[in-house]
């Protein structure tokens, strides 16, 4: 610990700072730079890429390995079973809910009133096709794990990882060795998020000025309604239905969960990618909010994967656009299928920048709204994938601490603790004392 306060006071003003207000400083400075650039911010992009890159580097070994263990420190596999089952039900229910406040917004501020547009027949937009159940259930089980790891398929991972935790428990001192190797890789893994990290404030710099270089006010003035109701929606739901449910049902204070994530949520929001942000949503789990490591693996891959609440939200806003752009009333049964096909598409909607306005041509086709509304929105759709993003891992880390508090696997004096940790080495010293106690 000495150590750590004399190296901090040689590092002056910046290394003092905690990362998230480091990483905020670099948001700030990155929209103006970006503003005053103009596109050429486009030359600072490779170092956001580079940055992607290395958490990227990430996923699948921190993924597999942390849940391997998470599966080896259970034993309990009634209890996991149980835990598998309720996030997905909490999943389901918050994700109707978000479109819900998608769709009410939308039909309150009608950001697509007055913009007259007519459908083209040719619109040249092709809609994408829906995968049927069977088919998403049977490509849970990967034929080949190495194939799913190498092609990051991160359903698939959970799956594999789960059998080979569960067979490793049944070996029982046969499996020791292995699952050492798994502890001890999951913990590499962790360090190496840990300083993947530190280069976190540059690389979410360079990733700002690129955007707000790129959308100038040009482009962002004749959609500002649209942006409007998808950030108000977002934040609705993130301060009403996630602090909601963390006061409510699990009994927590929620300024706790608020602070804990804010290093996740900005890493979402300028990286626009839920699985991009899963090393740093695990660690704001385990290390701020004091969600158990096997919890807190096995139910993160899993929210990022099929939990997407400001995707639907997002739909549900987009839909209404389209529809009173374009002059199209819709029916109550047209709403009612936006929020089945939204919360479905949700599910199925990979965590990755973008997927959502993919998915979204699934949900105009089954409405019969025309396909070049998908264009509109399009022109604008980072600006709205970075507060959907953000909502997306803000409700995983929710259900991570409602599972947690359910199952006994949060600890509260983490929880309740007044600051995020946030320097490294008492973030070890935490996880070591966590681990012993
Ligand atoms: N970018 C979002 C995510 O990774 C998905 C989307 O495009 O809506 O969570």
């Known amino acids: 610990m000495s150590i750590t306060t ?32 103009g596109p050429d911010a486009e030359m600072l992009k490779p170092i956001g890429t580079l940055f992607i890159n290395a958490i990227k580097m990430l996923i699948v070994p921190l993924v597999f390995c942390s849940l ?5 420190a259970m034993q309990d596999s009634a209890k996991m079973g149980r835990m598998g089952l309720k996030s997905i039900v909490i999943y389901l229910m918050t994700t109707a809910v978000a479109i819900t406040i998608g769709l009410g917004l939308g039909t309150l501020l009608e950001p697509g ?10 619109a040249a937009a092709v809609a994408k ?18 194939e799913a790891l190498a092609g990051g398929k991160i359903l698939q991972i959970i799956v594999f ?8 428990n049944m070996i029982g001192e046969k499996g020791e060795p292995a699952v050492k190797i798994f502890n001890s890789l999951a913990e590499a893994m962790f360090k190496l998020t840990e300083l993947v990290m530190k280069f976190a404030p540059y690389g979410i710099f360079a990733l700002m000025a690129w955007v707000a270089g790129k959308y100038g006010m040009d482009v962002l003035l004749p959609l500002f309604k649209v942006i409007g109701a998808v950030y108000l929606g977002c934040v609705l739901h993130v301060l009403v239905v996630y602090t909601g449910a963390i006061s409510f049902i699990a009994g927590l204070p929620p300024m706790q969960y608020l602070k804990g994530i804010i290093n996740a949520q900005m890493m979402a929001f300028s990286s626009t990618s839920s699985s991009g942000t899963l090393p740093v949503s695990i660690r704001c789990a385990r ?19 099929i939990n997407m609440d400001g995707t639907a939200l997002y739909q549900g806003v987009a839909a209404l656009f389209v529809a009173q752009a374009f002059g199209i009333d819709l029916s109550t049964a047209d709403y009612l299928t936006i929020i089945a096909t939204a919360t479905l598409a949700s599910v199925g909607t990979a965590g990755v920048p973008g997927a959502g306005l993919i998915m979204l041509s699934l949900v105009l086709t089954t409405v019969g709204l025309p396909m070049e509304g998908l264009a509109i929105i399009a022109g604008i759709d980072r600006i709205l994938d970075m507060a959907r993003t953000s909502v997306n891992v803000s ?33 070890t010293d935490s996880i070591t004392a966590t681990r012993t106690a």
Request: aromatic share 4%; charged share 15%.
């Open 6 to 37: 004399s190296s901090a006071q040689q590092g002056g003003l910046w290394s003092n700072l905690a990362l998230w207000k480091k990483i905020l400083i670099g948001m700030i400075a990155g929209i103006i730079v970006g503003a005053i650039m």
């Open 68 to 72: 391997v263990v998470g599966v080896t």
């Open 113 to 122: 009133a007055g913009l007259n547009m007519v459908a083209d027949a040719n």
């Open 129 to 146: 096709e829906a995968p049927s159940l069977v088919s998403t259930i049977i490509n849970l089980i990967p034929k080949n794990p190495i």
């Open 161 to 168: 990882a789960l059998g080979l935790g569960i067979a490793l």
């Open 287 to 305: 290390e701020n909010l004091g969600v158990s490591k096997g919890t807190a693996s096995f139910v993160l891959p899993l929210g990022a994967t």
């Open 395 to 427: 409700g995983d880390l929710m259900v991570s601490v409602l599972i947690g508090k359910s199952e006994g696997e949060l600890d509260e004096s983490i929880y309740n603790a007044h600051e995020p940790v946030t320097e490294p080495e008492a973030e």
